[in-house]
């Protein structure tokens, strides 16, 4: 019993030691964006409705946050000003869904092809979500939850006072501005920690059963169709299961796919960190995509050996040292900011219809 458990915990680590420096460069990435980029400037940006806004909320929320905190407060601040709810949710959308973190650990673990699939299935829910919102969603009720938002007390705010003042060469060099950005990774890291050490532990000791245990989950022995319905269905269910985030979900998906869980199944569960309806619609829209492209991977299937990985003298291993001195770097300099964590605010950020089960986690 005290061996499986080791085992368990071994694999946690050395799938965490595979994807430390994918997670460390997002967060550092996300963190400079949400300090460096005015707040006043993306709902400049974002104001009004149409095509073009609610592209622009695309683009800006998948590089602004990984802190679903954070993007409700922002999406919340664009719809009192006059944005659509589709702008507003889109955004929220894809600072969930659309993070670098999520797409790097993606490709670190299971390939590229994932990571593809996760971006333009982002993009599918968004437009499946405008379109949702354009059928169901009549303006006299959109202008009611407006004022509703109007009324709401401000949430949670990421730090962003000096970098936002300075020119581009400027933040280079300001102490200051790194801070800010230290601020925000800290918070962001405060916030997810907990969730995607979750994840790793899930995957490691999930990885420890046989593949008798994922044939019980998943159908293998059916028409395509079917296996394809049955595995976007199943996906789902067993991330609201593990309840983590969706960069905490990204070593469980691994060791699904390696269990047997079909390229569609795996896209369904790393969306379903954000339970709304188009989930299914839009996993099965990217598989079909994906077929006729050829793009779904045909080869063996990763091991457990190969999905967990081995600490060795490598490329990972510089990479990992490195992240971790800009991890305790980017740590030591937050010293001087207030210790605001996304999690402390949750209870009081202002959460748009459809949009709760969003503040999982991004």
């Given at each position: 019993?005290?061996?499986e458990?080791?085992?368990g915990?071994?694999?946690a680590?050395?799938?965490a030691y595979?994807?430390?420096?994918?997670?460390?460069?997002?967060?550092?990435?996300?963190?400079?964006?949400?300090?460096?980029?005015?707040?006043?400037?993306?709902e400049?940006?974002?104001s009004?409705e149409g095509?073009?806004?609610?592209?622009?909320?695309?683009g800006l929320g998948a590089?602004s946050?990984?802190?679903s905190?954070?993007?409700?407060?922002?999406?919340?601040?664009?719809?009192?000003k006059?944005a659509?709810?589709?702008t507003?949710?889109?955004?929220?959308?894809a600072?969930?869904?659309?993070?670098?973190?999520?797409?790097l650990?993606l490709w670190v673990?299971?390939?590229?092809?994932?990571t593809l699939?996760e971006?333009?299935?982002?993009?599918?829910?968004?437009?499946?979500?405008s379109?949702?919102?354009?059928?169901f969603?009549?303006?006299?009720?959109?202008?009611?939850?407006?004022?509703?938002?109007q009324?709401?007390?401000a949430?949670h705010?990421?730090?962003?006072?000096?970098?936002?003042?300075?020119?581009?060469?400027?933040?280079?060099?300001s102490?200051?501005?790194w801070?800010?950005?230290?601020?925000?990774?800290?918070?962001?890291?405060?916030?997810?920690?907990?969730?995607?050490?979750?994840?790793?532990?899930?995957?490691?000791?999930i990885?420890l059963?046989?593949?008798?245990?994922?044939?019980?989950?998943?159908?293998?022995?059916?028409?395509?169709l079917?296996?394809?319905?049955?595995?976007?269905?199943?996906?789902?269910?067993i991330?609201?299961?593990?309840?983590?985030?969706?960069?905490?979900?990204?070593?469980?998906a691994a060791?699904?796919?390696?269990?047997?869980?079909?390229?569609?199944g795996?896209v369904?569960?790393?969306?379903?960190?954000?339970?709304?309806?188009?989930?299914?619609l839009a996993?099965?829209?990217?598989?079909?995509?994906f077929?006729l492209?050829?793009?779904?991977?045909?080869?063996?299937?990763?091991?457990?050996?190969?999905?967990?990985?081995?600490?060795?003298?490598?490329?990972?291993?510089?990479?990992?040292?490195?992240?971790a001195?800009?991890?305790?770097?980017?740590?030591?300099?937050?010293?001087?900011?207030?210790s605001?964590?996304?999690?402390?605010?949750?209870?009081?950020?202002?959460?748009?219809?459809?949009?709760s089960?969003a503040?999982?986690?991004?």
């Open positions: 019993m005290l061996g458990v080791a085992k915990l071994e694999q680590f050395l799938m595979e994807v430390w420096w994918a997670l460390v460069l997002g967060f550092a990435i996300s963190a400079i964006v949400q300090a460096w980029v005015p707040r006043e400037r993306i400049g940006a974002l009004g095509f073009v806004p609610v592209a622009k909320a695309t590089a946050s990984s802190c905190y954070a993007a409700i407060a922002i999406a919340k601040s664009l719809f009192q006059g659509s709810a589709a507003a949710l889109a955004f929220q959308f600072s969930t869904n659309l993070v670098w973190e999520l797409g650990v673990l299971i390939g590229w092809q994932f699939a971006f333009v299935g982002g993009v599918v829910l968004i437009v499946l979500m379109a949702m919102l354009r059928l969603v009549s303006p006299r009720l959109e202008e009611r939850a407006r004022r509703h938002a009324e709401a007390q949430g705010h990421h730090h962003g006072a000096e970098g936002e003042r300075l020119g581009w060469r400027e933040r280079l060099g102490l200051a501005a801070r800010d950005v230290a601020g925000n990774f800290r918070s962001d890291w405060a916030m997810l920690w907990k969730e995607i050490g979750i994840g790793f532990l899930l995957a490691g000791f990885g059963l046989g593949n008798d245990f994922f044939n019980f989950l998943f159908v293998t022995d059916a028409p395509p079917l296996r394809t319905l049955e595995n976007v269905l199943v996906g789902p269910l991330a609201v299961l593990s309840f983590v985030c969706s960069v905490g979900n990204v070593p469980l060791v699904l796919w390696s269990g047997g869980i079909s390229f569609a795996v369904a569960f790393i969306f379903a960190d954000l339970i709304v309806l188009p989930i299914v996993a099965l829209a990217v598989d079909g995509l077929s492209l050829g793009l779904i991977p045909t080869g063996p299937r990763p091991t457990r050996t190969d999905v967990f990985g081995q600490v060795q003298l490598d490329y990972k291993l510089v990479l990992n040292s490195v992240a001195v800009v991890f305790a770097v980017l740590f030591w300099l937050s010293r001087s900011r207030p605001a964590t996304c999690a402390a605010h949750a209870a009081q950020s202002p959460v748009t219809p459809a949009s089960s503040a999982r986690g991004s």
